[in-house]
Structure formats: C-alpha cells, structure tokens
C-alpha cells in the first residue's frame, strides 16, 4: 500500500511539475514582408535589410505574454558563403498597447530563398515586457512576392 501512495505522489508531482513547464510555453506565427538587397561579397553573397509584418501570440498562459497581434519590424544580416549561412535579425514587437518586446533572431542553416530553423532569444522591453525574457526555436519559410511565414515555440524564462 506504501509503495502505491509513494507511485501516486510521484505521478501527481510529475504530472504538476508537467503543467508548470507547459503554463510557460506558448506559440507565435509572424506574415513578415522582406525587403532585401544582396551583394557578392567573398565567393558568397551578404543581404541586408528589413522584415516587418504582424506576428501573432497564441496559446499563451504565461503571465507576461498576451495572446494577440503585435507589429514586428526586424533588420537583418545575413552572409552565405559555400555552404556556410549566417542570419542574424535585431527585432522589435509593438503590442495594441504601445509596449515593446526586443529580441535577436539567429540562424545557422538553410537560406533566403527556402528558409530554416533557428532561434530568437528576447530581451525584454517597455511596459508590461520590461524584464520579460525567454526564448524560441522556429522555422521560418519564404513566399512568392517577398513574403515569409515563421512558426514558433517559445518558453519565457523563470
């Protein structure tokens, strides 16, 4: 009978400490119009420019992070040379209420005309995101007519 109570409390400890971890992840999936200008550069090519679009929180029950739309504007890097890529974005995010979450994307495979997996670790920001931090692993895709969808999964930091 012990050892029952003992395999219940564990299950029960184990299913809570389940639902802590999932209470702090959420979803975001960004519609992002790119503006890229590319130059040769060292046997490979460097594109700079900007990403800006709506991306869109949900499934959040974190406190802090709000489902709902907010305005991304990015200026990115990126250099590719043989089969090496490079991708770095400085990205801001403007909720309905005038807060800003900052954050940097990075990317070390794929390209600009397929996409890739990476991540984007968030600094915090203004108003109800100052000191928020976290972090997401996503995918991102290009579009015909300069488009680019990107699927994320985010935990925000204890």
Known sequence: MKLSYLTLAFAITASVSGLAQADNTYKTTAYLKTDFQTQEWNGGKVTVGS??????????????????????????????????????????????DGDI???????????MSVGGSGKTRFLGGTGKYKGVTGSCEYTSKYLPENWLVVESTCIKDE
């Open 51 to 96: 990403l800006k679009g709506v991306i869109e929180t949900h499934g959040s029950k974190v406190q802090g992070i709000p489902n709902g739309e907010s305005v991304q504007n990015c200026l990115i890097r990126v250099v590719r040379v043989g089969e090496s890529t490079d991708v770095v974005a400085n990205c801001s995010f403007a909720d309905k």
């Open 101 to 111: 979450r900052y954050g940097v994307s990075e990317r070390k495979q794929g390209d």
